[in-house]
């Protein structure tokens, strides 16, 4: 009796809900560019979490059926962590690649990856991550005309924390790396910021081999409000951690802009626009820039004015929402002053300084 074809890429869907257009992220991988089935092609794993396989069977077109996997998950929780840890376990390919129910990629992308990574070695491919209705998510942001052999501090791979893309599957099992389901939100942090961040080569797939992320979908797990603490816990226990403390100071700095640039400030910017703001928010965002000034303290540094402003804000007790919401408004002004000179003028032209970083993020 023969031996089950070897897969060069297992991709890995996972489906959530009925109500998700999984065949048409099914329908997107098998246009990828690589035969589904047989040596050296793909083999295409939906992962039912807590639904029934046999409903979402009845979601795909009679023709991609027989090219699917469906595997059930049942864990009773809404975390995507499970469902795409089901998926690495089952995995026997050199590569894995995760697409979402509700995205898609671009004709031949999954075929370029590959490419791309059997070419150079590459532990990891990260393609281009486009809107749906248009426009381009810069994350992350390399250094100008920079596209094979990335960096992790001079190329800003802490701003992409996705494991959209290609990953080389041994990887991540030598390091151990799995989703962690602990978290409301963050669960892909700890796997993404040690794979980039613990050696390897990193390359970005051809502009035209996209990522499509579409935002069709209402029920995000992602989107569900939450409290501050619950928001920030991954990104404050990876900081915290006895891995970020091995890293050099460099690198956990990087870590640690992007977590305020990008986690905070999104987090705070939306609860005090809600009118939602309270001093235990304000609690808990001292706690995070106690823990920031301890492991790196830079990071502070190359903030720009109108970010330090709205940080005094929302540390003190008292403020209003109102107040909160304001000072964020004015630290989206990008262009003005405030928002592009950081207080001590020797930081001005940091890499993550504003003046760089959005030179760099136009290019994107």
Not at 10 to 25: F, G, N
Not at 137 to 149: C, E, G, H, I, N
Not at 234 to 241: K, N, R, S, T
Not at 340 to 359: G, I, K, Q, Y
Request: net charge positive; aromatic share 4%.
């Amino acid at each position: 009796m023969s031996s089950p074809p070897t897969p060069l890429v297992d991709v890995i869907i996972p489906v959530h809900t009925a109500a998700r257009p999984v065949d048409r992220a099914v329908g997107a991988v098998l246009a990828g560019g690589l035969p589904v089935g047989g040596h050296g092609g793909a083999r295409l794993t939906v992962v039912c979490h807590n639904v029934d396989t046999a409903l979402i069977r009845d979601r795909l077109a009679a023709e991609h059926r027989p090219l699917v996997d469906l595997v059930e998950c049942v864990d009773g929780t809404r975390n995507p962590a499970a469902p795409r840890n089901l998926g690495l376990e089952r995995s026997s390919a050199r590569y894995v690649s995760f697409v979402d129910s509700d995205d898609t990629i671009a004709p031949g992308a999954l075929a370029a990856w590959t490419a791309v990574a059997e070419r150079h070695g590459s532990a990891a491919v990260l393609p281009r991550l486009v809107h749906g209705g248009g426009g381009v998510l810069r994350t992350p942001v390399p250094r100008p005309f920079r596209r094979a052999d990335l960096d992790p501090v001079k190329d800003r791979l802490a701003y992409r924390t996705t494991s959209l893309g290609l990953l080389r599957r041994e990887v991540l099992a030598e390091r151990g790396l799995r989703f962690q389901g602990q978290y409301a939100t963050g669960e892909d942090l700890g796997l993404t910021a040690r794979a980039w961040f613990g050696g390897g080569r990193l390359d970005l797939a051809p502009r035209w081999a996209h990522y499509v992320v579409r935002d069709d979908a209402a029920d995000r797990i992602t989107r569900a409000p939450r409290p501050l603490h619950q928001e920030l816990a991954a990104f404050v226990d990876l900081l915290g951690g006895a891995w970020a403390a091995g890293l050099p100071e460099q690198q956990r700095s990087a870590i640690a802009v992007k977590v305020l640039r990008v986690q905070l400030f999104g987090a705070v910017h939306a609860r005090a626009a809600a009118g939602a703001w309270t001093d235990a928010d304000a609690a808990t965002c001292r706690a995070l820039l106690r823990l920031v000034e301890s492991v790196a303290g830079a990071a502070l540094e190359v903030l720009p004015r109108a970010d330090r402003d709205l940080l005094d804000l929302a540390v003190r007790d008292g403020a209003t929402a109102g107040e909160v919401h304001a000072a964020s408004v004015r630290r989206r002004r990008f262009g003005r002053p405030a928002t592009l000179l950081t207080r001590d003028p020797r930081r001005v032209l940091h890499r993550e300084a504003p003046l760089r970083f959005m030179a760099a993020s136009l290019l994107v």
